[in-house]
């Protein structure tokens, strides 16, 4: 029997700083939305300033992301790491000390700009310092601390707002950045991908056709799908993006995204899972936050509290998935954990629909179903896509996994919305189960088909020989 190695000083203090770092970043996505009450009371503003002080944060860090791992890449992971941390960290001292919610909304832009920078670095930096073996480990920690700050940042915000004020949510960050800073100077690696130009011209069309889709899916709910800014919005974003694809395939002499990855199953693959994942998921916990407020009649961190059993599952289950995922391989992990949510989320809607009213106790199965799925697509989906790529392209296959979750949720929010506005609303209790049971059902549709997609990854012997060939140097072209 051969002994795995341990996970080491080096790699241990990776894992630390960029989880912290992580955890702040996917945190601040979803933090704002039950203090959104206290901040109008405070700096005023009507429903659509409301509407950006939480979508510019979304935006900014949809559209930068293949721009901060294609930095990284260039210049430096840890270097770049540390000026996304940096911006990030004065972002949110910025939107603490905002006197009006222009300034709010224009702060949360910077925040998001520096989580972009430094979010696809995360895994990069931690697949450099982690050995192999053990990569499963550090990859499910990291991924439930990440997935622990989606899940419960409405609880986080509400507690904050409810015991002191709003202006927490953000300085919360401000330390912890600082003490993160001098710590991922002295104990990170510093490591690069290829040694080659920036992509100018592929950069400027992936980011403007990002910032086109996003915003058409953040404004189409509240300004109407037919609408001239969305429909050209979403038009525009998709025509830059086609041009991104064609320039990538055929013009760009160091390509930002080489699109022969998408050519390799295993990475095509699992982008589509994440996809459908974060569209499945965003939108329920989107919706399910509200039912539990607006239905069952619990404050924010009442209802933060008793979505536990789904939001603290990742801490539990996604350290013990990588630890599996190193013996059996990450595929068939992921397309279990992607069957179980798609079945929890199809039995909250059937608990809702039952017509015997609100009924915690009957969702609490549910609720923990989704938490196991959750927790364990999270470790072994980051596994998956480092290894589906060359380890110079790592960073690359980071920044679009994260950009692909990004538009998943932005898009799952904008989808069930739509389909709860169009079966019910926020006119009574029964209207608003009206609409959350199609768009639950929707969700786990979605998650479902993301589960299949998984279920295309190569298995685990050929994803190995894939990965040791494409470890290969390459060699040099006849003329």
């Excluded at 006197?99 to 832009?109: D, F």
């Excluded at 953040?218 to 969305?230: A, F, K, L, M």
């Excluded at 009649?297 to 990588?322: C, D, H, K, N, Y």
Aim: proline letters at 5%.
């Amino acid at each position: 029997m051969t002994e795995r190695p341990a996970l080491g000083r080096a790699a241990t203090w990776t894992l630390v700083v960029v989880s912290v770092a992580g955890f702040m970043a996917a945190l601040d996505n979803l933090v704002v939305t039950t203090a959104l009450p206290s901040i109008r009371e405070e700096l005023g503003g009507g429903l659509s300033d409301l509407e950006w002080t939480v979508s510019a944060y979304t935006l900014s860090f949809a559209v930068l992301l293949m721009f901060g791992a294609a930095l990284g890449e260039r210049f430096g992971r840890r270097r770049v790491f540390l000026v996304g941390l940096a911006v990030f960290t004065a972002g949110s001292a910025a939107a603490a000390l905002s006197p009006g919610i222009g300034e709010l909304i224009a702060a949360r832009a910077v925040q998001g700009a520096g989580a972009a920078v430094m979010m696809p670095l995360t895994l990069t930096l931690l697949t450099v310092a982690v050995p192999e073996a053990k990569r499963g480990l550090a990859f499910g920690i990291w991924s439930g601390v990440s997935g622990l700050a989606v899940a419960a940042g409405p609880l986080i915000g509400g507690s904050l707002t409810e015991h002191f004020s709003w202006q927490w949510i953000f300085w919360v960050n401000v330390p912890v950045g600082l003490v993160l800073l001098p710590l991922a100077f002295l104990r990170l690696g510093e490591s690069r991908g290829a040694d080659r130009a920036l992509d100018v011209t592929g950069t400027a069309l992936v980011s403007l056709g990002m910032f086109g889709i996003v915003l058409g899916l953040i404004r189409g709910n509240p300004d109407g799908w037919s609408s001239p800014p969305v429909l050209g919005s979403l038009i525009a974003g998709g025509v830059l993006l086609a041009a991104f694809v064609g320039y990538e395939q055929w013009f760009a002499a160091h390509p930002m995204l080489p699109m022969r990855l998408f050519r390799g199953r295993a990475f095509s693959a699992v982008n589509a899972a994440s996809l459908l994942m974060y569209l499945g998921m965003f939108g329920s916990i989107f919706l399910i936050s509200q039912y539990l407020q607006g239905v069952g009649g619990f404050s924010p961190q009442e209802a933060g509290i008793r979505m536990l059993p789904w939001t603290a599952m990742p801490l539990l289950v996604s350290p013990v998935a990588g630890i599996v995922s190193d013996r059996i391989g990450g595929r068939p992990i992921v397309v279990t954990g992607l069957v179980l949510q798609a079945a929890g989320l199809a039995l909250f809607g059937l608990v809702a629909d039952g017509g015997t009213g609100f009924d915690y106790g009957a969702q609490i199965p549910a609720i923990v179903l989704c938490g196991i799925g959750m927790s364990l697509y999270f470790g072994p989906t980051a596994q998956l896509v480092m290894a589906s790529v060359r380890p110079q392209e790592q960073g690359i296959a980071s920044g679009a996994n994260n950009s692909l979750r990004e538009v998943g949720g932005a898009l799952g929010i904008a989808v069930l919305s739509a389909v709860f506005s169009a079966q019910g609303g926020y006119r009574s209790a029964q209207a608003f189960t009206d609409g959350l049971v199609p768009a639950l059902y929707v969700g786990a549709a979605a998650v479902a088909a993301g589960a299949v997609a998984a279920a295309l990854i190569p298995r685990r012997r050929a994803a190995v020989a894939v990965g040791e060939r494409s470890a290969e140097p390459a060699r040099p072209a006849r003329v």
